[in-house]
């Protein structure tokens, strides 16, 4: 009888659960309840925050925000109750719930950019790469007047940032080699035994045999 093939409940709840909590386009929602108006059709057609604001007024594009602000974070504190808190699975529900928010099938895979609920995962992840992308957004702007631009030069920050936080971060999980019990007591036993007679070699242990017992 062949065995069924068993796979953990996490590599199936924080994927999924990530996707449709990024999923749920909050701009279109809100748009229609507090504007009448459908996003997709007017403006930009993006369901981001910016178009809603442009669209349905200032106090539905501040709420889209901040909605998917929290879908970001609230995928990857989800993840980490999952996963008592595995690094690993937190950056993967969070990927999981920006492809849900820029690919989500409720809306024929056609969401907004992501920028939003990215901002969500690194607020939990790394507060100070979030930071340091918002002082470079704001610097951008504020000399350019380029929002576009700001975007695309916070987010570069953001990935180094957060690559130097990780990289120092697997660093402190990876502890220096021990040598093994069997051959630190081994090396010991070595200097005990050539103390005072000059460089003694101490012959190795012959393996285990293996003993076949017939019938």
């Known amino acids: 009888m062949e065995h069924a093939i068993t796979i953990p409940m996490i590599f199936v ?25 459908d996003v997709r059709k007017a403006g930009s057609g993006n369901i981001g925050a910016t178009n809603v604001a442009r669209v349905a007024g200032p106090f539905a594009g501040i709420l889209t925000l901040i909605l998917d602000v929290a879908k970001g974070a609230g995928a990857v504190l989800l993840a980490a109750q999952f996963s008592l808190g595995s690094t690993l699975w937190m950056m993967v529900a969070g990927l999981c719930a920006l492809v849900g928010h ?22 939990v992840m790394s507060p100070l790469a979030f930071l340091g ?45 021990k040598k093994p019990p069997h051959e630190t007591h081994r090396h010991s036993r070595g200097r005990k035994l ?22």
Do not use: D, M, Q
């Open 194 to 215: 050539g103390h005072g007679a000059g460089n003694c070699a101490v012959a190795e242990p012959h393996p285990a045999r293996n003993i076949t017992l017939g019938a």
């Open 133 to 177: 992308a918002i002082a470079v957004f704001l610097l951008v702007v504020a000399v350019t007047r380029y929002i576009s631009l700001g975007r695309c030069s916070s987010f570069t920050s953001t990935e180094r940032i957060f690559k130097g936080w990780f990289e120092a971060k697997s660093r402190n999980f990876l502890p220096a080699r």
């Open 13 to 37: 709840v924080i994927p999924i659960a990530g996707y449709l909590l990024g999923s749920i386009p909050f701009g279109l929602i809100l748009a229609k309840i507090l504007g009448g108006r």
């Open 102 to 123: 820029c690919f989500p099938a409720w809306l024929k895979f056609r969401g907004g950019k992501g920028v939003a609920t990215a901002a969500g995962v690194f607020i």
